[in-house]
């Protein structure tokens, strides 16, 4: 019976993915959430036993290792899969250069802190939380969401310097996905970062008309890297992605701390 914790699964990708992994009862799905009694009231009528939801805050290291020891009652003591899905992608700095937000260096540095202590600093006391349990799981795979935007060489052709505070979190928890798998190959375990490409979760339904012409400019980017690309999957879709590539992984096949694109492959549209 393959166990799970998910991070973030009261919406978007967190929401497929509990979605997904439920549907088979064999396996135990833990998703981890910031109010329980709402994400309960959004998958009642999913009627599925197998899924046990428990409240967490990744600036919290305690509350990590609460929902930790409150997962290890669950899965007798061990744990297969860890998805490390939530992270925060801030909306101000979304679209513009880093000269140009440094123009409110107060709220540049707010939005560099808030990136870096959720999608890096939190990741690792995640991580550090739930590796006893792991070690003893079978499977022994812990997968981080990641993003085609935390590509170095990538983002420095295509003049991609839309998104930067998030970037930067995101290529430096791609190093910190390395760094765990240096210390636990030689037990075992796969580390893996895969990003899930451009998907629908809600996040341009309110923007300004300001901010959708900066937006259509990054598409312009965008086409020229992956011309003919298909823009937004639906998050559905973007699991079953990304689970395939996470599950086609391995250590014997050369994949611990791999970045990887949702094709299996450093191509990220």
Request: net charge negative; aromatic share 8%; with cysteine.
């Given at each position: 019976m393959p166990s799970y914790v998910i991070t973030g699964v009261n919406r978007g990708i967190g929401y497929a993915f509990l979605q997904n992994l439920s549907s088979n009862p064999a396996n135990t799905i833990v998703g981890l959430v910031r109010n329980v009694a709402d994400t309960e009231a959004k998958i009642a009528e999913w009627k599925t036993p197998n899924i046990h939801l428990l409240p967490f805050d990744l600036r919290d290291p305690e509350s990590l290792q609460k929902a930790a020891a409150a997962t290890s009652k669950i899965t007798s003591g061990s744990l297969d899969w860890l998805i490390a899905n939530a992270g925060l992608i801030p909306e101000w700095s979304s679209y513009d250069p880093l000269s140009v937000l440094g123009r409110d260096a107060a709220r540049l540095t707010q939005e560099l802190n808030e990136c870096f202590s959720t999608n890096v600093v939190g990741q690792v006391h995640l991580f550090n939380a739930f590796m006893p349990l792991i070690l003893k799981g079978e499977v022994k795979k812990v997968l981080t969401l990641s993003s085609g935007l935390a590509d170095t060489e990538v983002a420095a052709k295509y003049?991609?310097?839309?998104?930067a505070p998030y970037s930067i979190s995101k290529a430096a928890m791609n190093m910190v996905t390395s760094k765990y798998q240096a210390e636990f190959a030689d037990k075992g375990v796969l580390f893996l970062g895969i990003c899930p490409g451009p998907v629908n979760t809600g996040q341009y339904e309110h923007i300004t008309e300001e901010d959708r012409k900066k937006l259509m400019h990054r598409a312009e980017k965008f086409e020229a890297y992956a011309p003919g690309n298909k823009g937004l999957s639906e998050p559905d879709d973007a699991v079953k992605d990304v689970l395939r590539v996470a599950e086609n992984a391995s250590l014997a096949n050369?994949?611990?701390?791999?970045?990887?694109?949702?094709?299996?492959?450093k191509r990220w549209l």
């Amino acid at each position: 019976m393959p166990s799970y914790v998910i991070t973030g699964v009261n919406r978007g990708i967190g929401y497929a993915f509990l979605q997904n992994l439920s549907s088979n009862p064999a396996n135990t799905i833990v998703g981890l959430v910031r109010n329980v009694a709402d994400t309960e009231a959004k998958i009642a009528e999913w009627k599925t036993p197998n899924i046990h939801l428990l409240p967490f805050d990744l600036r919290d290291p305690e509350s990590l290792q609460k929902a930790a020891a409150a997962t290890s009652k669950i899965t007798s003591g061990s744990l297969d899969w860890l998805i490390a899905n939530a992270g925060l992608i801030p909306e101000w700095s979304s679209y513009d250069p880093l000269s140009v937000l440094g123009r409110d260096a107060a709220r540049l540095t707010q939005e560099l802190n808030e990136c870096f202590s959720t999608n890096v600093v939190g990741q690792v006391h995640l991580f550090n939380a739930f590796m006893p349990l792991i070690l003893k799981g079978e499977v022994k795979k812990v997968l981080t969401l990641s993003s085609g935007l935390a590509d170095t060489e990538v983002a420095a052709k295509y003049k991609l310097y839309e998104g930067a505070p998030y970037s930067i979190s995101k290529a430096a928890m791609n190093m910190v996905t390395s760094k765990y798998q240096a210390e636990f190959a030689d037990k075992g375990v796969l580390f893996l970062g895969i990003c899930p490409g451009p998907v629908n979760t809600g996040q341009y339904e309110h923007i300004t008309e300001e901010d959708r012409k900066k937006l259509m400019h990054r598409a312009e980017k965008f086409e020229a890297y992956a011309p003919g690309n298909k823009g937004l999957s639906e998050p559905d879709d973007a699991v079953k992605d990304v689970l395939r590539v996470a599950e086609n992984a391995s250590l014997a096949n050369g994949d611990g701390g791999a970045y990887l694109s949702h094709f299996g492959t450093k191509r990220w549209l």
